[in-house]
């Protein structure tokens, strides 16, 4: 890990990994909690944590390096959620098609894998779920589709998601869930928060 | 009923407080007024706790009646202030009687006009606040003719000396908002109307500096930009010589802070304003300082830009 200035208030950690961002983000969390960190905002990305809202970002950077990564504890596993879908996606086909398989295995991978949320960006309570092999990264479309319905289930890159509410979008679609992703009178308003482990279970359309 | 009634909306006009901190790791944007100190000024100039909801007008301003009497104050860009079709003062606390019209009108300098009313606007807070957020769509729509907008109990305890005291700052905040607002450089004076005078930003360098070459660094640091009319309440973005970048690889979206400029592919600059998405995945060349972000945020449409390194901040190259 290695600390990037993001301006007067911020601090940006770049990690070499995923997993890495997740300690971190863990270990941030947990200073905050505590009133060990005082700051606004804890934003985990895909490589990165942005700390923002900080007095002294030069310290904070500077306390933060004497760490090594290493003792950043991983984070304790997250709470649990079960997504029903339908999977009955337009871009269910090519997405088999990219992973050489079948629509079923398809599914079944989908099914298969468990998820957590690695961070949360693009629209409230989108969630990028990390979980699946490399070797199963899919390009996004070429060109994005002006209006993808609330709970449509996708994969780009690295990551699946679930769109909590409809907007333009890019990914490749294989399902549909019914489940609420973003309420703003919850607490949280959000349904998967970074940390979350996610399933899906196929459920008939 | 406490209230206002819209009579002429304007070309944008918006419920604004402090926005929603904090929940950017949800991906929910802060919001928030555009130039928070001008809403905080005309906040306390009613008596209110600086944090109360106002309307952020855009330009054009808007024209409202008031459904009982009520105390208000305008800052902001400095645009003509009328009630019941007599000219008051911007940047002071004036009454509106019950059923008389409240107009602000086009801004003579700058882009957004705040006004503040003893008990604050009070529609239903989301998520903390009751800032309208262009980018997610959270919070109440933009004004439209014939809402009615409900505005809260004047504050039981306005604050020492009260609204009609004329409390420190009543008396210059109309002409210093006037002055600093557009400029950012506060060197006095009066600007004629429709003047252009270059908005200097200082800038701290980017997370992503290391991205850019170092000729892109020095033009950043020098050339001049204009503020594009394809600027909005997310960003503010500029038109003038494109920064070309050492590093090509795709950058993976990563967490960015207001303030942030932002270099997408056109490699014209853009710097993030108060509904900013909360993660982008273009490199951060340089961080506006966050006491003239509100002169980015009031920077019109053709408006002059340029940045200047923060004295005494090393990390340019």
Same mark, same amino acid.
């Given at each position: 890990?290695?600390?990037?200035?993001?301006?007067?208030?911020?601090?940006?950690?770049?990690?070499?990994?995923?997993?890495?961002?997740?300690?971190?983000?863990?270990?941030?969390?947990?200073?905050?909690?505590?009133?060990?960190?005082?700051?606004?905002?804890?934003?985990?990305?895909?490589?990165?944590?942005?700390?923002?809202?900080?007095?002294?970002?030069?310290?904070?950077?500077?306390?933060?390096?004497?760490?090594?990564?290493?003792?950043?504890?991983?984070?304790?596993?997250?709470?649990?959620?079960?997504?029903?879908?339908?999977?009955?996606?337009?871009?269910?086909?090519?997405?088999?098609?990219?992973?050489?398989?079948?629509?079923?295995?398809?599914?079944?991978?989908?099914?298969?894998?468990?998820?957590?949320?690695?961070?949360?960006?693009?629209?409230?309570?989108?969630?990028?779920?990390?979980?699946?092999?490399?070797?199963?990264?899919?390009?996004?479309?070429?060109?994005?589709?002006?209006?993808?319905?609330?709970?449509?289930?996708?994969?780009?890159?690295?990551?699946?998601?679930?769109?909590?509410?409809?907007?333009?979008?890019?990914?490749?679609?294989?399902?549909?869930?019914?489940?609420?992703?973003?309420?703003?009178?919850?607490?949280?308003?959000?349904?998967?928060?970074?940390?979350?482990?996610?399933?899906?279970?196929?459920?008939?359309? | 009923?406490?209230?206002?009634?819209?009579?002429?909306?304007?070309?944008?006009?918006?419920?604004?407080?402090?926005?929603?901190?904090?929940?950017?790791?949800?991906?929910?944007?802060?919001?928030?007024?555009?130039?928070?100190?001008?809403?905080?000024?005309?906040?306390?100039?009613?008596?209110?706790?600086?944090?109360?909801?106002?309307?952020?007008?855009?330009?054009?301003?808007?024209?409202?009646?008031?459904?009982?009497?009520?105390?208000? #104050?305008?800052?902001? %860009? =400095? *645009? $003509?202030?009328?009630? /019941?079709? &007599?000219?008051?003062?911007?940047?002071? +606390?004036? @009454?509106?009687?019950?059923?008389?019209?409240?107009?602000?009108?086009?801004?003579?300098?700058?882009?957004?006009?705040?006004?503040?009313?003893?008990?604050?606007?009070?529609?239903?807070?989301?998520?903390?606040?009751?800032?309208?957020?262009?980018?997610?769509?959270?919070?109440?729509?933009?004004?439209?003719?014939?809402?009615?907008?409900?505005?809260? #109990?004047?504050?039981? %305890? =306005? *604050? $020492?000396?009260?609204? /009609?005291? &004329?409390?420190?700052?009543?008396?210059? +905040?109309? @002409?210093?908002?006037?002055?600093?607002?557009?400029?950012?450089?506060?060197?006095?004076?009066?600007?004629?109307?429709?003047?252009?005078?270059?908005?200097?930003?200082?800038?701290?360098?980017?997370?992503?500096?290391?991205?850019?070459?170092?000729?892109?660094?020095?033009?950043?640091?020098?050339?001049?930009?204009?503020?594009?009319?394809?600027?909005?309440?997310?960003?503010?973005?500029?038109?003038?010589?494109?920064? /070309?970048?050492?590093?090509?690889?795709?950058?993976?979206?990563?967490?960015?802070?207001?303030?942030?400029?932002?270099?997408?592919?056109?490699?014209?600059?853009?710097?993030?304003?108060?509904?900013?998405?909360?993660?982008?995945?273009?490199?951060?060349?340089?961080?506006?300082?966050?006491?003239?972000?509100?002169?980015?945020?009031?920077?019109?449409?053709?408006?002059?830009?340029?940045?200047?390194?923060?004295?005494?901040?090393?990390?340019?190259?």
């Amino acid at each position: 890990m290695r600390t990037r200035p993001a301006g007067p208030r911020a601090i940006l950690l770049e990690c070499a990994d995923a997993a890495e961002v997740a300690a971190w983000h863990a270990e941030l969390r947990r200073r905050l909690d505590s009133g060990a960190l005082v700051a606004t905002d804890l934003v985990p990305a895909a490589r990165t944590v942005l700390v923002d809202g900080v007095a002294d970002p030069a310290g904070l950077a500077e306390s933060l390096a004497t760490m090594s990564a290493g003792r950043a504890a991983p984070p304790e596993p997250g709470t649990a959620v079960e997504l029903d879908c339908v999977y009955d996606g337009p871009d269910l086909a090519e997405v088999a098609e990219l992973w050489r398989t079948s629509v079923d295995g398809v599914v079944a991978r989908h099914t298969g894998t468990e998820f957590r949320v690695a961070f949360c960006g693009f629209s409230p309570g989108f969630g990028y779920l990390t979980g699946l092999p490399a070797e199963f990264a899919v390009p996004r479309r070429d060109s994005p589709r002006p209006r993808v319905p609330a709970g449509a289930v996708g994969l780009a890159g690295e990551y699946s998601g679930v769109y909590p509410s409809p907007s333009p979008g890019g990914w490749r679609l294989i399902g549909r869930t019914g489940a609420v992703l973003f309420d703003p009178s919850a607490s949280p308003p959000a349904l998967l928060t970074p940390g979350t482990r996610v399933r899906f279970r196929a459920v008939p359309g | 009923m406490r209230a206002f009634t819209v009579l002429r909306p304007g070309l944008l006009s918006t419920v604004q407080d402090r926005g929603r901190p904090g929940l950017a790791y949800l991906g929910i944007p802060r919001s928030g007024a555009a130039d928070l100190p001008a809403l905080e000024l005309a906040n306390r100039l009613v008596g209110n706790d600086p944090a109360a909801a106002g309307l952020e007008f855009t330009v054009t301003g808007a024209v409202l009646r008031a459904e009982e009497s009520l105390l208000v #104050a305008v800052t902001g %860009a =400095p *645009a $003509p202030v009328r009630v /019941a079709g &007599a000219e008051v003062p911007h940047g002071a +606390a004036v @009454p509106v009687p019950a059923g008389a019209e409240l107009a602000v009108g086009t801004a003579r300098t700058g882009l957004r006009s705040y006004l503040a009313v003893a008990g604050g606007i009070a529609v239903p807070p989301v998520l903390g606040s009751r800032a309208t957020d262009t980018l997610s769509g959270l919070g109440p729509a933009p004004l439209r003719k014939g809402d009615t907008v409900p505005v809260g #109990a004047t504050p039981v %305890a =306005p *604050a $020492p000396g009260g609204p /009609a005291a &004329a409390p420190a700052g009543t008396a210059s +905040a109309g @002409p210093r908002s006037a002055e600093t607002v557009p400029g950012g450089t506060g060197s006095g004076g009066s600007t004629p109307p429709g003047a252009r005078r270059t908005v200097v930003l200082r800038v701290h360098p980017g997370p992503r500096v290391g991205w850019f070459t170092a000729p892109a660094v020095r033009t950043l640091l020098s050339a001049d930009y204009q503020a594009s009319p394809t600027s909005n309440r997310v960003g503010m973005r500029l038109t003038g010589p494109p920064l /070309a970048r050492s590093v090509d690889a795709e950058l993976p979206s990563e967490g960015v802070v207001l303030g942030a400029v932002q270099v997408p592919a056109s490699g014209e600059p853009l710097v993030f304003l108060a509904d900013h998405p909360t993660t982008g995945g273009y490199p951060v060349i340089a961080v506006v300082d966050p006491a003239d972000v509100p002169a980015a945020a009031q920077a019109r449409p053709g408006t002059p830009v340029r940045f200047e390194p923060v004295e005494g901040v090393s990390g340019w190259t």
